[in-house]
């Protein structure tokens, strides 16, 4: 288990490789520090690098750490791919933003939530209607949120898992348990009582790239799913949607440049989709292991226009 200084100059690195990156590679940088603090009175940053044609109607993003340590991997992806030119600065025909670190409080501390407890892919969502309830998440709140972590517990959990699964099916099972809930602050999965830090940081981010697009993708890097060493480019929909048909492209194009092991694509038919309220700006995946090192892309269009890219 790392000590505080080992946490706080694992941030640091992280953080100086990305904007180091990206001062070589030209792109523009600006830097929201985060009200707190991380291990040994660090200060936190959401870091935000830029480049390309602002005027330009295109628009790809590229964010990590939205569930904080899953930012370690995110964070390196973003640097080689600044490092490797694949972005190139001089492209008139779209403009790029990579943000780092959308948790850095998460980040720094090595805790998938943020510093509220919150998991951020449950935080955006209208707060001034009546919150969804979870009825399935009552179910395994115990078994999910132990006072204590026994010697074999994980035995337990995984049996009580297969059982629910088989007695429920996946997507019932998932839904329960990865849907999210707005009831108990102190379990896993809760999507808080108002936006967060992280949330309006994002959306004012959002506007600021946003403006005159027509076109936008966002690629927000996450682990835990999928095989090891695999990137999995996941969307929401049909085979047969155009817009799964370019994630299916952008898997194969992955795959040729960057070789190693293929870049997966998958798609949940909207018949099978775990949802627990309707579809948000930011979902869930499901459970993952904190520090995995399994590689999930997970891949969001905005307008339903053909790609440049």
Same mark, same amino acid.
């Given at each position: 288990m790392l000590d505080l200084a080992e946490m706080?100059?694992?941030? +640091? *690195?992280?953080r100086d490789v990305f904007l180091s990156n990206?001062? %070589?590679?030209?792109? @523009?940088?600006?830097?929201?520090?985060?009200? /707190?603090?991380? &291990?040994?009175?660090?200060? %936190?940053f959401t870091d935000v690098a830029s480049c390309g044609n602002t005027q330009?109607? =295109? /628009?790809?993003?590229? $964010? *990590?750490?939205t569930h904080g340590i899953e930012g370690? /991997?995110? $964070? @390196?992806?973003? !640097? +080689?791919?600044?490092?490797?030119d694949v972005v190139a600065v001089d492209r008139s025909d779209r403009h790029a933003v990579m943000v780092h670190a959308v948790n850095p409080c998460g980040?720094?501390?090595?805790?998938?939530? =943020?510093?509220?407890?919150?998991? %951020? =892919?449950?935080n955006f969502v209208d707060f001034g209607s009546?919150?969804?309830? =979870?009825?399935?998440? @009552? @179910?395994?709140? *115990?078994? /999910?949120n132990p006072i204590e972590w026994e010697e074999g517990y994980e035995v337990k959990l995984k049996a009580e898992a297969a059982r629910a699964l088989e007695r429920m099916g996946l997507a019932a099972l998932f839904k329960a348990v990865s849907g999210g809930q707005y009831e108990h602050p102190s379990c896993i999965q809760y999507g808080g009582n108002a936006p967060t830090w992280s949330r309006r940081t994002m959306e004012d981010i959002w506007m600021r790239a946003m403006a005159g697009k027509h076109r936008a993708t966002q690629i927000d890097l996450h682990t835990g799913l999928g095989s090891p060493g695999e990137g999995v480019l996941m969307t929401y929909g049909t085979e047969e949607q155009p817009r799964i048909k370019r994630a299916r492209?952008? !898997?194969?194009?992955?795959a040729g440049r960057f070789g190693r092991r293929s870049c997966q694509? +998958?798609?949940?038919?909207? *018949?099978?989709? &775990?949802r627990l309220r309707p579809r948000c700006s930011r979902r869930g995946s499901g459970i993952r292991h904190e520090g995995s090192r399994r590689g999930v892309v997970r891949h969001r269009r905005r307008q339903l226009a053909s790609s440049p890219w």
């Open positions: 706080a100059e694992r941030y +640091r *690195s992280a990206a001062r %070589l590679a030209k792109w @523009e940088i600006y830097s929201i520090p985060h009200p /707190l603090q991380g &291990p040994c009175e660090i200060d %936190l330009s109607p =295109n /628009l790809l993003m590229i $964010s *990590s750490g370690y /991997l995110g $964070s @390196e992806i973003q !640097s +080689r791919l600044l490092a490797d980040f720094a501390w090595h805790r998938r939530v =943020n510093e509220d407890n919150v998991d %951020l =892919n449950r009546p919150l969804a309830v =979870n009825e399935g998440y @009552e @179910e395994f709140r *115990s078994l /999910l492209a952008m !898997s194969r194009l992955a694509g +998958r798609a949940w038919p909207p *018949s099978r989709k &775990p």
